[in-house]
C-alpha cells in the first residue's frame, strides 16, 4: 500500500525561479495538507485542503505561494518567484478526516534556493 | 502565536534510562494531542496520541500524559533504545478544526549506547 507520494525529495533553484513541489495522497483519504519544516517554527501548517478544497490557506507565507488540488489524487505547492528564505523541507501529508486526527506524512521535499 | 511549545529543542539520555520529551499549548479548545517521531530525511510518523477525556495512554515502551489544567502534556519512553534516537513532534487538534494539526518545534532525542 503506497503512502503519501512527494517530488522531487530534493530541488536545487536560483532565487528568482519557479518551483512546483508535487503530492500525491494515500488512496481514500479526503484531507490534504502541506507543512513547512524550519528550525524556529517546527512543523508549519501552509495550507490544507478537504475534498479538494482549500480549506485554510492563513498558513501561506505570502503571495509568492500557491497551491492547487485539482482531484483527489494530486496536489501541487508552487513558490513564484522564489527566495533563499523559502529553503526548508517541504511535506505534504493526508488523512482521513474522521481518522481523529492522525496525519501520514511524505518524505518531504528539500528546497534550496541559492 | 506557537500554540504548541516544545521548550527542550533537544534531550540526551542513557540506554535503558527513562526519556521524558514535554509539550505546553495554549488552546484550550485542543482535545486530542498526538507525538510523531521523525528520522532524517524520512517524514514524520505518528507515535502515539491521547484524547482530552484521558490523562495517560501507554502503549509498549511509550505513555503520553495529559494534565488539562496546566495545558501540558508529556512523553515517556522506559526504556530508552539507540532506535528511539529521533526529533519528537508534539501535535494538538480540536474536534472543530477536524483533521488540522498544530505542531510544535520539535525535541531531538539522542540516546547514548
Known amino acids: 500500500d503506497a503512502g503519501v507520494i512527494q517530488s522531487p525529495r530534493h530541488e536545487v533553484t536560483e532565487m528568482g525561479q519557479e518551483v512546483t513541489l508535487r503530492c500525491k495522497p494515500i488512496?481514500?483519504?479526503?484531507?490534504l495538507f502541506w507543512y513547512r519544516q524550519t528550525m524556529m517554527r517546527g512543523l508549519e501548517l501552509l495550507i490544507y485542503?478537504?475534498?479538494?478544497?482549500?480549506?485554510?490557506d492563513s498558513g501561506m507565507p505570502e503571495d509568492r505561494f500557491s497551491a492547487k488540488m485539482p482531484n483527489a489524487s494530486f496536489s501541487t505547492l508552487k513558490i513564484q518567484p522564489s527566495e533563499p528564505r523559502d529553503s526548508a523541507v517541504y511535506f505534504c501529508?493526508?488523512?482521513?478526516?474522521?481518522?481523529?486526527?492522525?496525519?501520514?506524512f511524505g518524505e518531504g521535499s528539500r528546497l534550496t534556493v541559492l | 502565536d506557537q500554540q504548541v511549545k516544545q521548550n527542550s529543542p533537544s534531550l540526551s539520555v542513557q540506554e535503558g534510562r527513562i526519556s521524558i520529551l514535554n509539550c505546553d499549548y495554549t488552546?484550550?479548545?485542543?482535545?486530542?494531542f498526538l507525538w510523531y517521531k521523525k528520522y532524517p530525511a524520512e517524514g514524520p510518523t505518528f507515535l502515539i496520541s491521547?484524547?482530552?477525556?484521558?490523562d495517560k495512554n501507554e502503549d509498549g515502551r511509550f505513555t503520553v500524559f495529559l494534565n488539562k489544567s496546566a495545558k501540558h502534556l508529556s512523553l515517556h519512553i522506559v526504556p530508552s533504545q539507540p532506535g528511539d534516537s529521533a526529533v519528537y513532534f508534539c501535535?494538538?487538534?480540536?474536534?472543530?478544526?477536524?483533521?488540522?494539526?498544530?505542531f510544535g518545534e520539535g525535541t531531538q532525542l539522542t540516546v547514548n549506547p
Open positions: 501529508a493526508s488523512s482521513w478526516q474522521g481518522a481523529g486526527g492522525e496525519l501520514f
Open positions: 488512496s481514500g483519504h479526503n484531507s
Open positions: 485542503f478537504n475534498n479538494n478544497v482549500p480549506i485554510d
Open positions: 488552546n484550550s479548545m485542543f482535545d486530542y
Open positions: 491521547i484524547s482530552s477525556i484521558k
Open positions: 501535535a494538538a487538534s480540536a474536534l472543530s478544526s477536524g483533521s488540522r494539526l498544530t
